[in-house]
C-alpha cells in the first residue's frame, strides 16, 4: 500500500509527545482520583468508543455555491477508503464507513468489502439518494421521490432504496439510512398529510425488504432544500413514522438538522425514553444545515447530548443502541484533518459525559437545587480529557497528536502526486 501511514512513522512522533502525555495523564488521574473516578477505566471506555466516516465526506469540499477542490481528493471510492484507512491509523475510533449510493456505488461489492477490510474499515450505514436526479434517471425528483404525487416516481425512488440494500447486503452493511429532500418551497404546494401517507406507503415497501438484522434510519430535516415545509420535518413526525412502520425503525437525529436554538439534547432524551433513538449524524453549525466539524461550534451542546445517551446507557433502556455516524462538508480544512478532529470531539464528549457524578446530579434534581445540578454538569465538562484520549489512542496503536503526525506524514502531498485534481467528485453539497 503506497500512501499508508507507516507503524515507524506514528511511534517515532508518539515518542517525541510520551513523556509530556504521561505527565498530564498522571495529573489527571490524580484529579479524578479524589473524584472517586478510576482513569484507567475511563481510558478503556473511550478506547472502545466507535464513530462512522462519511463516504460523502472525504470527497470534494464546497458549498451550495462552489467547489473549491483540494490536493490529492479522492477520485474514486477505493481513494476514499485509502484516505479514511489513514485517519483510521492515526485515531483508531473510525472503522465503520457511511455509503452514499449512487455517490459511491461499487461496481464490484465483493472486491470493494475486501478492500476495506483490508485496511480494517467495514460498512456500517448504507444512505440512499433521491433528492438529487441521475443522468440516466427515468423520472424527476424535482417535485419529491418517495412522497411524489405520480406513483411512477415513488416506485423509482422505492427501487433506488432496494438497489442500496442489496448492494449494502453485499458489503455486509448493518444499516440504512434514508433522508429526502421532499417538500414544498410555497403555501399550499404539498398537501400535507398526503404527503406523510405517500411517504409511510413508500417506507413500508423498503422496510419489508429490509435484510434480517438490519436496521432502518429515516432523518427528519425541517427545512432544505424545500424552503416552506418538507414532509419529514422533525422528530415527532419521524417518530410517528417509525412507530407505524416497525420494531427496526429508528429515527436519526442529525444535529444540523434542527431550528436554531431547539433544545436537541431533549429529543434525544425523547427519543431514549420511547426505544426509538437510531443514531446520529455529527456536525455542527451556526445557522442551518452547516455540516461543519463536530463540536466547533456549540461543544457544550454536543456534551450534553452524550450526558443523555451516557444517562440512557446506564438506565438499561432496552433496546438501546445508537449508531454514531459523522455526516459533515469541508469547505475551508484538509477533510481527513476535519474528519479526525471530529472524531475526537466526539469521543472527548462522550468521556466527559462519563464523568457527570450522576449520585449528585440526581439528588440535585430531587432537591430543586438547580444552581448544583447545572454545576454538576459543568464540573464534568471542565475537565480536560486530551491526556485520556492521547493515552487511549495511544495504547490502540494510534497517533496521540492526530493532525500533528499526520501533517508531518506528508500523506496529503503523496497522495495529490499521483491523484490529479478533478472537479464535482463525490457529494456533499446538501
Ligand atoms: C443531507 C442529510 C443526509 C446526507 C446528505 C448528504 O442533508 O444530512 O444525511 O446524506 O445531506
Ligand atoms: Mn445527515
Ligand atoms: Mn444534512
Known amino acids: 500500500m503506497t500512501f499508508e501511514i507507516s507503524d515507524s512513522h506514528v511511534a517515532e512522533e508518539n515518542a517525541r509527545r510520551l513523556p509530556a502525555l504521561e505527565e498530564d495523564y498522571e495529573q489527571l488521574g490524580r484529579l479524578l482520583a479524589r473524584r472517586d473516578v478510576d482513569i484507567e477505566r475511563l481510558t478503556e471506555l473511550a478506547q472502545a468508543f466507535r464513530v462512522a466516516v462519511p463516504s460523502w465526506g472525504v470527497g470534494t469540499g464546497g458549498t451550495r455555491f462552489a467547489r473549491f477542490p483540494g490536493p490529492g481528493e479522492p477520485r474514486d471510492i477505493f481513494e476514499k477508503l485509502e484516505d479514511c484507512a489513514a485517519m483510521l491509523k492515526l ?125 432502518l434510519f429515516i432523518e427528519h430535516k425541517l427545512y432544505e432544500p424545500a424552503f416552506y415545509s418538507t414532509v419529514l420535518n422533525d422528530w415527532g413526525t419521524s417518530y410517528y413514522c417509525v412507530r407505524e412502520l416497525g420494531e427496526r425503525a429508528f429515527s436519526l437525529v442529525d444535529l444540523g438538522h434542527h431550528a436554531p436554538n431547539v433544545n436537541i439534547e431533549m429529543i434525544v432524551a425523547r427519543l431514549i425514553q420511547l426505544g426509538k433513538l437510531g443514531g446520529f449524524h455529527f456536525n455542527d453549525s451556526k445557522y442551518g444545515d452547516d455540516d461543519l466539524d463536530a463540536g466547533s461550534i456549540k461543544p457544550f451542546q454536543l456534551f450534553l447530548i452524550f450526558n443523555e445517551l451516557v444517562d440512557g446507557g446506564l438506565s438499561g433502556v432496552p433496546g438501546f443502541d445508537p449508531c454514531y455516524m459523522l455526516d459533515q462538508s469541508h469547505n475551508v480544512t484538509d477533510p481527513i484533518e476535519s474528519l479526525m478532529v471530529s472524531a475526537t470531539e466526539v469521543q472527548g464528549a462522550y468521556a466527559r459525559a462519563l464523568l457527570v457524578d450522576r449520585k449528585a446530579l440526581d439528588a440535585s434534581q430531587e432537591a430543586n437545587d438547580a444552581l448544583m445540578a447545572t454545576q454538576t454538569l459543568k464540573a464534568a465538562f471542565r475537565i480536560d480529557v486530551e491526556p485520556i484520549l492521547a493515552m487511549a489512542r495511544l495504547q490502540a496503536g494510534g497517533a496521540i497528536d492526530p493532525v500533528a503526525a499526520y501533517r508531518a506524514s506528508g500523506y496529503r502531498a503523496r497522495v495529490a502526486a499521483v491523484r490529479p485534481a478533478v472537479s464535482g467528485a463525490g457529494g456533499g453539497i446538501v
Open 91 to 215: 485515531v483508531r475510533t473510525t472503522p465503520g464507513i457511511s455509503l452514499h449510493i449512487p455517490w459511491d456505488r461499487p461496481q464490484n461489492p465483493a472486491e470493494l468489502r475486501a478492500f476495506a477490510q483490508a485496511r480494517g474499515l467495514f460498512f456500517d450505514s448504507m444512505n440512499s439518494n433521491t433528492f438529487q436526479d441521475q443522468p440516466d434517471q427515468r423520472h424527476s425528483y424535482k417535485f419529491g421521490s418517495l412522497t411524489h404525487t405520480d406513483a411512477a416516481v415513488r416506485r423509482q425512488a422505492v427501487e433506488h432504496n432496494l438497489e442500496c440494500l442489496d448492494l449494502g447486503r453485499a458489503l455486509g452493511a448493518r444499516s440504512h439510512t434514508v433522508w429526502i429532500g421532499d417538500g414544498g418551497s410555497f403555501p399550499g404546494q404539498v398537501h400535507f398529510r398526503r404527503a406523510l401517507e405517500r411517504y409511510l406507503d413508500s417506507l413500508r415497501a423498503i422496510y419489508q425488504a429490509l435484510p434480517a438484522g438490519w436496521r
